[in-house]
C-alpha cells in the first residue's frame, strides 16, 4: 500500500501582472491510501486546482508552510519528472503539444521512465497493453500514430489522458476536472477508465465542480473545499447532499462567510 500526505499545507502563488503574492491555501490536511479514490469539490476560485498543481510540484506555487508525503518521504524538493516517476500522476501535467513524437512513443517512453535502466517494457508488451487500452476507451489505432495532442479535439484529448493513465499506472492520479466539456458518451467512457484502474495499487483524487462524475466513478471519501481549506469530509452521500443543498447550505451549517 501507497501513502500520499499532505500536512498542513499553504500555498502561495505570485500574480503575474501585479508579482503580488496570494495565499491561497490556508492549511490542507488529506491522507490518501492506495485502493481508495477520493473527490474534491468546491465552488471555483477556492484552490482545488492549485492543491493538484503543488502535489505535483508545478512551478510558480510555493509553499510556505507544510509538506507533501508520498510514502512517509517527502517530496517538496523534487521536481516534477521525479514526482512522476515516484508514481504521481497529473492528468494535466504533459505539454499540450509534442512536435515529431507520436503519441505511442510518448507513451512508451512515459512508461520507461517510471522503470529501471535493465528492465524496459518490450515492444510487443507495450503493444499488447496499448492494444487491449485502445479497445477499453473506444479508441482507434491512428489515435497513437499521431502526434502528440497535435490537433486533438477537446474529447480525444480527455481521452487520451485516460489513455496515459491506464498505460502509465501511476500509484495515484490526480484527475483535475476530467469531465470539463464531455458530453455523456465521452463520460461514460473516461469513467470506464479510470474505474478500470481501481484495485489495491491505485488511488485517485477526483478534483471536480459538479456532482454528475461521481455518479460514475463513485468515491470512498469526498471533501469539500471552500477559501483554501478543506472545510468538510464525508462519503458519497455528501456529494449528493451539496448536489441537493448547494454550496451556500453548507456555508451555513458550517459558518463560513460568503
Ligand atoms: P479552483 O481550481 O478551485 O477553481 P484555483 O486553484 O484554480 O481554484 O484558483 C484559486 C485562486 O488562485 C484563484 O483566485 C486564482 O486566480 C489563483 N491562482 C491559481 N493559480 C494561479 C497562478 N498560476 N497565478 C495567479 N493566480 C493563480
Ligand atoms: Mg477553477
Ligand atoms: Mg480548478
Known amino acids: 500500500m501507497a501513502t500520499l500526505e499532505v ?3 499553504h500555498v502561495e502563488v505570485e500574480d503575474e501582472e501585479t508579482k503580488n503574492k496570494k495565499e491561497i491555501l490556508k492549511g490542507v490536511d488529506l491522507l490518501m491510501n492506495t485502493g481508495e479514490i477520493h473527490a474534491i469539490m ?14 505535483m510540484g508545478q512551478k510558480n506555487y510555493h509553499v510556505t508552510k507544510g509538506d507533501i508525503l508520498l510514502n512517509g518521504e517527502s517530496i517538496l524538493d523534487m521536481p516534477v519528472d521525479q514526482r512522476a516517476r515516484k508514481g504521481l500522476f497529473l492528468a494535466m501535467q504533459y505539454p499540450a503539444e509534442i512536435q515529431g513524437v507520436t503519441n505511442a512513443e510518448f507513451l512508451r517512453a512515459a512508461i520507461n521512465a517510471r522503470r529501471p535502466a535493465d528492465d524496459k517494457i518490450s515492444v510487443m508488451d507495450f503493444l499488447k497493453e ?28 480527455k481521452r487520451n489522458e485516460i489513455l496515459q ?16 466539456g464531455l458530453d455523456i458518451d465521452a463520460l461514460k467512457v473516461v469513467s470506464k477508465g479510470v474505474n478500470s484502474m481501481r484495485g489495491d495499487n491505485f488511488g485517485a483524487l477526483i478534483i471536480t465542480h459538479y456532482q454528475r462524475l461521481l455518479n460514475y466513478i463513485k468515491p470512498d471519501v469526498v471533501h469539500v473545499m471552500m477559501d483554501g481549506r478543506i472545510v468538510k469530509t464525508g462519503s458519497a452521500e455528501l456529494a449528493q447532499k451539496l448536489e441537493d443543498e448547494g454550496y451556500a447550505g453548507l456555508r451555513d451549517e458550517l459558518g463560513i462567510k460568503a
Open 7 to 9: 500536512k498542513d499545507l
Open 42 to 55: 468546491g465552488p471555483n476560485g477556492t484552490g482545488k486546482s492549485t492543491l493538484s498543481q503543488t502535489i
Open 130 to 157: 496499448l492494444d487491449k487500452n485502445l479497445d477499453l476507451l473506444d479508441m482507434s489505432q491512428a489515435m497513437t500514430e499521431r502526434y502528440l495532442n497535435e490537433g486533438f479535439s477537446g474529447g480525444e484529448k
Open 165 to 180: 493513465l491506464l498505460m502509465i499506472k501511476p500509484s495515484f492520479a490526480l484527475l483535475d476536472e476530467i469531465d470539463s
